[in-house]
């Protein structure tokens, strides 16, 4: 049984579980397959805009695509929320990456 295969059949029991959609859409990566993994995580953070981990890898798949702006929205989001939740080491991180992003 694949990882794939794996992560959708525990979600069978709780389809909108937050770390299992994020693994799943990291499963989906290695295919590839850019949309379909930007289209899981957007509805992820649908679902549930507190998953803060998406963010940073949201913003760096747009950064892949080469949409800039879309991806420098999503780490100010996910910025905004880390300073609510007082969580400064993704905060930093997402920080790093939007300088990056800005300096270029």
């Known amino acids: 049984m694949s ?6 059949k525990m979600m069978k029991t709780d ?9 799943l859409a990291l499963e989906y990566e290695k295919s590839g ?9 957007e509805s992820l ?3 549930d805009p ?3 981990g998406a963010y940073y890898k949201l913003g760096q798949l747009y950064e892949v695509k080469d949409d800039l702006d879309t991806a420098e929205e999503i780490y100010k989001k996910g ?3 880390a300073e609510a939740k007082k ?9 790093e990456a939007l300088w990056l ?3 270029e």
């Open 3 to 8: 990882r794939v295969e794996e992560i959708l």
């Open 15 to 23: 389809p909108k579980d937050s770390f299992l959609r994020y693994a």
């Open 33 to 41: 397959d850019l949309k379909l993994v930007i289209d899981c995580i």
């Open 45 to 47: 953070l649908k679902d």
């Open 50 to 52: 507190n998953y803060l």
């Open 79 to 81: 910025i905004v929320l």
């Open 87 to 95: 969580d400064n080491k993704t905060k930093g991180e997402l920080e």
């Open 101 to 103: 992003i800005e300096d």
